[in-house]
Each structure stands twice: as structure tokens, then as C-alpha cells.
């Protein structure tokens, strides 16, 4: 792949940048790990020379090129958040642009599935059929994002895994069929426990949308001078709930005037004394990730307000200690925390 994209770079052949690229895609990290050995010895070695070594006997020519690669990026839990974005601003620059580092080789779990968003993308490799038809749809739509480059999706499957030998058996089928696949979402729309994740960050998110005023970071405090944005809130949750929605609207309608109460009193405390108070930024803030320390601290107000930074952000870490069967210290255990 790398060679048939250098090839056709190096012909002149018009917008080939977005198959300079390959993303790469892993259903889980051990996987990756003994790819990315693979691509930085056996896949850099060969690369080097591949172009200068294979010829097409008939009809005769030069379809490959010859190309040193970079090291390799990781978008994966492995690496750590700076990485990432570094990593995703790299795959924005162009093999054209001056100065730039654009990337050759870029190594990802479903990481990928949301937020990358780069158009530039073109080439994709999966090795293994993705767990879900959900998780196989939205990874392999990274690519292809630009109508003028069309993506290829290339999927490599093993022959021993059952799961990958029906998709293969069924490629043609399952593709022109593959939304009739997706599962049902384990999350039930407008219940309850939904509500009390979600609706504190689509409240202010929403507010913050409909209003100017309200968008800035340290433009907290301004809902009460806005009772018209307040009631639009409202108004624009309650006509999208569904009418069976468990407690009724009306019961919708009090819990999110309940919020917005909570807002205006937490904002008008915390700014009394003068203090900067911003929706997110530390250390005094109105929206609180849900594993923030902090939170244990709040008044049942302040609470409410949670949003998850991240679809990691569900359960706490859990800190394993082992021990022996008397208690004792087993060794070798420090590498598990």
C-alpha cells in the first residue's frame, strides 16, 4: 500500500496525498504492538528498496516506489492525551507543505471511531473483522471524508477466526447490507439514570449555543439576566422529549427549571466575593467531570453539574493490592498498580 501510493506520487498523479497515509486500524492493543514492530523492521527494510525491486512482467512497469518511513504515530489509550492531539494535528499536514511532518504510518484502536475528522485521510488498513458493525462503520468512515478523494478500505482477515471467515464468505452481502447489522444502543433515550448523566452538560451546552452572551468561558453569572434564553431552553428539551417519557414533560419541565435555579444560585455565590467563576476552567468551575475528586466536597447542587470529558470518563480506576494467603506481600505485585 505504502508502495503504490509512493509510486503514484512519484508519476505526478494528481491528488495522491491522501494515500501517503495509512491509518491503520486494531481491535486491540497487543495487535498494535506487534504490528508496529513489524512496520518499523520488516515494513521499513523492504519499503526502502521495494520500488527498485518490483516490476510488472506484463504489461510492463514501475507501479511501486521506493520511500523511508518515519516512526510510526499511536492513537490508543497507551500513549497520553497530548500525544494524541500531537498526533492528530499531524495527520492534518500535508506531504506537501513546507516544513510540515506528516505522517506515513498511523497506528489506532476504536479511539478512532469519533472526533477525527481530518479530510486529508484516504487509506485505511483493518486487520481483523471490528467487534461490532457499529464500531466497523464508524472507524472506516475516517477515511474518504472529501468527496474529490475517495477512500479505499482495505480489511485483512484471519482465516482461523470464525467470526473473520463468515464476514469474508459474506463480504459482498454484508456490505450492501451492513445497517441492518448495527446493535441497539445499551443506552435507553430519556430513562432516568440518562437524565441524571447527561442532562446538566446538553442544558448548558445548549444555553451556551443559543445565546452569545452566555458562550464565553467566564460568561457564567449572565443566565440570570437572560430570562428569555432560560425559557427557550426549556422549550427546545421539552418539544424533543417524547411524550410517554417516564414522569411525563411536566415532570421534565421541573427538573430542568430545578437546574437552572441551581445554576443562577451557584454562580451568584460563587461570584459574590468578586472570584473568577467559569463553566470549566479551575479551580472554581460550574461543570465538574464525573470522577472529579472534588465532587464528594460540592453541595448536592453543584453536584448535578457533571459532564464527561471523555466517553472513558464512566467508573473509576480500582487499585488492586495482592497478597498472599496470610497476608502477606507477594512480590513482583508493584507493576500491577
Not at 499536514?93 to 481530518?118: C, K, Q, R, Y
Request: with cysteine.
Amino acid at each position: 500500500m505504502l508502495g503504490a501510493a509512493q509510486g503514484l506520487a512519484d508519476e505526478g498523479e494528481c491528488d495522491t496525498d491522501a494515500y501517503l497515509t495509512a491509518l491503520c486500524y486494531f481491535n486491540a492493543l497487543r495487535e498494535l504492538g506487534g504490528a508496529r514492530r513489524i512496520v518499523e523492521d520488516e515494513v521499513a527494510n523492504r519499503l526502502a528498496h521495494y520500488g527498485t525491486r518490483r516490476r510488472r512482467a506484463e504489461p510492463a512497469d514501475h507501479p511501486f516506489g521506493d520511500r523511508t518511513l518515519a516512526e510510526p504515530v499511536e492513537l490508543t489509550s497507551r500513549v497520553s492525551t497530548d500525544q494524541v492531539a500531537a498526533a492528530k494535528r499531524r495527520l492534518e499536514a500535508t506531504f506537501d507543505a513546507e516544513g510540515a511532518e506528516p505522517v506515513d504510518v498511523a497506528l489506532a484502536t476504536n479511539m478512532i471511531s469519533v472526533g477525527l475528522d481530518i479530510d486529508r485521510l484516504g487509506l485505511m488498513l483493518v486487520q481483523g473483522q471490528p467487534k461490532t458493525a457499529a464500531e466497523y462503520i464508524q472507524a472506516t468512515s475516517r477515511v474518504g471524508r472529501n468527496p474529490q478523494r475517495p477512500g479505499l478500505v482495505i480489511v485483512v482477515l484471519n482465516v482461523h477466526r470464525p467470526r473473520d471467515r463468515m464476514h469474508f464468505e459474506q463480504f459482498g452481502h454484508f456490505h450492501d447490507t451492513f445497517y441492518r447489522s448495527v446493535e441497539a444502543t445499551s443506552v435507553t433515550p430519556w430513562s432516568p439514570r440518562a437524565l441524571d448523566r447527561a442532562l446538566a452538560a446538553v442544558v448548558v451546552a445548549i444555553a451556551r449555543h443559543l445565546d452569545p452572551a452566555l458562550t464565553p468561558a467566564g460568561a457564567v453569572d449572565a443566565l440570570a439576566n437572560v430570562p428569555a434564553t432560560r425559557a427557550a431552553v426549556v422549550q427546545h428539551l421539552v418539544d424533543r422529549a417524547p411524550a410517554e417519557i417516564e414522569g411525563g414533560r411536566v415532570r421534565l419541565t421541573t427538573t430542568i427549571e430545578a437546574m437552572l435555579d441551581d445554576w443562577i444560585a451557584i454562580a451568584a455565590d460563587q461570584t459574590a466575593a468578586g472570584g473568577r467563576f467559569t463553566y470549566a476552567d479551575r479551580p472554581h468551575r460550574l461543570l465538574h467531570p464525573p470522577l472529579d475528586p472534588v465532587l464528594a466536597n460540592l453541595s448536592p447542587a453543584q453536584q448535578r453539574f457533571q459532564a464527561g470529558w471523555s466517553m472513558r470518563d464512566v467508573e473509576p480506576g480500582v487499585l488492586l493490592k495482592p497478597s498472599g494467603p496470610s497476608g502477606e506481600r507477594v512480590s513482583g505485585a508493584g507493576d500491577m498498580s
